[in-house]
């Protein structure tokens, strides 16, 4: 096989920065450190999000490449194993991210609603700025999930055969699979 990939190559997403949310609010004293927890977790995954997706670009535009003068059989077999690997990581991390912070997110808002004034509306604002990034690593995760299967469809067996010459043809398949 002609393929001259080593395993860094594979390495398409940088690490995701790793948040202890528990380490990091034992130093909060007070709602500004709160906040400011918050906001440097949020700055950190944002970094992380946009590294990621040019990351994931580049590495997809290397290995085809790479791949250019190999067949797509001999290509399957060389990705496969590292391709199923990948998924099987990219479900830990969205199932790691489809539960919320808290499980019964609303009893928690209510129970925060029990607080008056401002540090009530302070507080549940933040919580539910630490969901918007729960939320948001989630989609990131789901995005690299199905950007790894478009690329292993490129070299799947039948990738050319079944495709459509005009919308006609689709829309025929379609109903007919109805």
Request: hydrophobic share 40%.
């Given at each position: 096989?002609?393929?001259?990939?080593?395993?860094?190559?594979?390495?398409l997403?940088?690490?995701?920065?790793?948040?202890?949310?528990?380490?990091?609010?034992?130093?909060?004293?007070?709602?500004?450190?709160?906040?400011?927890?918050i906001?440097?977790?949020?700055?950190?995954?944002?970094?992380?999000?946009?590294?990621?997706?040019?990351?994931?670009?580049?590495?997809?535009?290397k290995?085809?490449?790479?791949?250019?003068?190999?067949?797509?059989?001999?290509?399957r077999?060389?990705?496969?194993?590292?391709?199923?690997?990948?998924?099987?990581?990219?479900?830990?991390?969205?199932?790691?991210?489809?539960?919320?912070?808290?499980?019964?997110?609303?009893?928690?808002?209510?129970?925060?609603?029990?607080?008056?004034?401002?540090?009530?509306?302070?507080?549940?604002?933040?919580?539910?700025?630490?969901?918007?990034?729960?939320?948001?690593?989630?989609?990131?995760?789901?995005?690299?999930?199905?950007?790894l299967?478009?690329?292993?469809?490129?070299?799947?067996?039948?990738?050319?055969?079944?495709?459509?010459?005009?919308?006609?043809?689709?829309?025929?398949?379609?109903?007919?699979?109805?």
């Amino acid at each position: 096989m002609s393929l001259a990939l080593r395993k860094e190559d594979f390495d398409l997403l940088p690490a995701e920065p790793a948040v202890d949310w528990q380490k990091a609010f034992d130093v909060v004293s007070d709602l500004k450190d709160f906040e400011r927890t918050i906001d440097r977790v949020d700055a950190q995954m944002a970094r992380w999000r946009a590294s990621m997706k040019q990351k994931l670009q580049d590495g997809f535009a290397k290995m085809e490449a790479a791949f250019e003068s190999t067949s797509a059989a001999e290509v399957r077999e060389f990705l496969s194993p590292t391709i199923e690997e990948a998924l099987e990581a990219l479900e830990d991390a969205k199932r790691a991210y489809s539960v919320p912070f808290h499980q019964q997110h609303e009893a928690a808002l209510s129970k925060l609603g029990q607080i008056g004034g401002a540090p009530g509306r302070f507080l549940r604002k933040q919580i539910n700025r630490m969901e918007d990034i729960r939320v948001k690593q989630f989609n990131a995760y789901t995005d690299v999930y199905y950007a790894l299967i478009a690329f292993r469809s490129k070299y799947e067996e039948d990738a050319n055969e079944d495709s459509f010459e005009s919308p006609d043809d689709l829309e025929a398949f379609l109903k007919a699979q109805v």
